[in-house]
């Protein structure tokens, strides 16, 4: 339920950002907001951003810009309040990202997900049988694409840096991303576990 929608009368204390609201808010909401960033940094590969350190700085930017004078204002008191902080926190999530010089790897669109799935809590276990055919390609990778696969998506690494590392332009960095992406996807399809696109 929208906090607003229960506590309407605490509209017009929140734009005018009233510190007892915003308090009360931020306690409402903070539980729902780390479940959300905890899952945009699985599906963007991000681990490193779930840190302790790194994630409560995070969090801390996300609620400074939700409860900023522009984003009060813009709130319109009928849309669910998470859902709105959620957006401002995939934005955030985004440009935190692009600020530690790693490519968002992932459409921004496709790291909306939904709150009320089950996949957001932290604990939730990953198919074993994916992890099985993940772990034997990975295992069956020509020396070249294992080195590309450690610096991008073990060290984390941009495609600039990546690319520094391993002596290869941007260009061949990528082709070399999308055999990585393509070898794995046809081992899916083989094992069953991934369905052709029609």
Known sequence: MCFFAENPEFLGAFRAGERHVLDR???AEVRPVERYVHSLCRAAGARELSQPGTFTDLLQEIFIRAFSP??????DGVRDYERYLCAIARNCFIDTLRTRGREVLVAPEALWLDLDEPSLEPEVPYDPRVRGVLSAYLDGLAPPLERVYRQRFVLGRSQDEAGAALGLSRRQLRTAEQRLRGGLRR???????LREEV
């Open 70 to 75: 522009n984003a009060r204002q813009a709130y």
């Open 187 to 193: 081992a899916l399809l083989l094992a069953g576990l």
């Open 25 to 27: 808010l931020y306690r």
